[in-house]
């Protein structure tokens, strides 16, 4: 994924807590970018029921090569704009997306 050098990544205790931002409904689940700092992700789950939810951190997941239970959606519940902890180091969490080709 070309990009992953823009992304405002914040160092937290046992992890990373990146933004990001979600297109729920979309054709495919894909990691689209970064704009503003934020990473820009697609998921063709609906957003309701937490459906999408799950889809983002799945995607992460397998994007970013860790445990789905190692990743948290800390704010933005309801929203497109969302906030993350990832349970690997900044510079970790930026090389493996950066060799990411975006879609699954």
Known sequence: MTGA????L????????LRLRVKPGARANEILGVHGGALKVSVTAAPEKGKANDAV??????ALDVAASTIAIVAGQTSQDKVV???IEPA???ARLSQWPGRY
Do not use: E, F, Q, S
């Not at 914040?10 to 807590?17: A, H, I, S």
């Open 5 to 8: 050098d823009d992304l405002d």
């Open 10 to 17: 914040t160092p937290v205790p046992g992890g990373t807590r």
């Open 57 to 62: 951190v799945a995607l992460l997941a397998k």
């Open 85 to 87: 902890t990832v349970g």
């Open 92 to 94: 970790a969490l930026r």
